[in-house]
């Protein structure tokens, strides 16, 4: 059976309970398949990433043969691309704030409809088909995205973590990644160097262990926009990361970068 979340976002978390760590968000009108059910609690594969977890039963509506079909065959290609946008209901006026990444379903011309109701959007909020990735198409956006802060399991305009803002950015230009920085890396294909990056390109970064923990997005050789601490841009060389904010000191370890 098909959920979908009909809030801004919608927390999913590790275990059934609302201390437990938030692995992910999902958007509004994002679909999920539901796995197993508790009295309080369902756990969830989102279609889009096919990240699992436990999400409050509250927070989403069950979908129909019927619904499920409808919104199946609705057009993906209009999406939120400022940070933050209000849609406005046709039913009863009220509003709800969506976030970049968020598709709108059967979109055209600042309207679009889900399960029935109409909703009106700036249309310079949306754009209605991917994005060409180009330096300035890049540069464009992710400016808007600047000094969003961190936040574990987040990725939305008030926090993000590393690999939710790169899964968002790149959504803009018509990429589905994976949710993690750990999973991202197994996409796309290799860059031999800093030397042959081209703009969004996306650079992994190591643990001691060896373990993926981090990913940012190039916007050329020298400068990569990261979310660490909040979203910035600093400096990068083949050895990772170069921080002037923490006294000139490598912060982040290269070990690959990928294009998409």
Not at 116 to 142: C, H, Q, W, Y
């Given at each position: 059976m098909k959920a979908i979340a009909l809030h801004s976002i919608v927390p999913v978390r590790a275990e059934e309970r609302e201390g437990s760590e938030q692995l992910t968000q999902l958007l509004f009108a994002e679909t999920v398949e539901i796995l197993e059910e508790k009295p309080r609690w369902i756990r969830i594969k989102n279609d889009a990433d096919g990240q699992i977890g436990w999400v409050d039963f509250k927070m989403l509506t069950r979908l129909s043969k019927s619904e499920e079909e409808q919104i199946t065959q609705s057009d993906k290609s209009a999406l939120i691309v400022m940070p933050m946008a209000y849609a406005v209901s046709e039913n009863n006026g009220q509003t709800i704030p969506l976030t970049a990444g968020t598709y709108l379903p059967n979109y055209q011309d600042?309207?679009?409809?889900?399960?029935?109701?109409?909703?009106?959007?700036?249309?310079?909020?949306?754009?209605?088909?991917?994005?060409?990735?180009?330096?300035?198409?890049?540069?464009?956006?992710?400016r808007f995205f600047l000094n969003i802060p961190y936040l574990w399991g987040g990725k939305n305009a008030l926090g993000m973590d590393c690999s939710g803002f790169t899964q968002v950015i790149h959504s803009l230009f018509g990429h589905q990644l994976l949710r993690n920085a750990n999973e991202q890396v197994t996409q796309g294909v290799p860059v031999e160097s800093l030397k042959n990056v081209h703009a969004g390109d996306l650079a992994f970064f190591d643990h001691e262990d060896g373990r993926i923990i981090h990913v940012g997005l190039l916007l050329d050789g020298e400068r990569i926009i990261h979310c660490s601490g909040r979203v910035k841009v600093e400096k990068i060389d083949k050895r990772g990361i170069y921080s002037t904010e923490q006294g000139g000191t490598y912060t982040h370890h290269l070990v690959s970068i990928r294009r998409y």
């Open positions: 600042g309207r679009f409809e889900l399960l029935g109701v109409g909703f009106r959007i700036d249309p310079s909020m949306v754009t209605n088909k991917p994005l060409a990735l180009t330096t300035e198409n890049l540069m464009n956006t992710v």
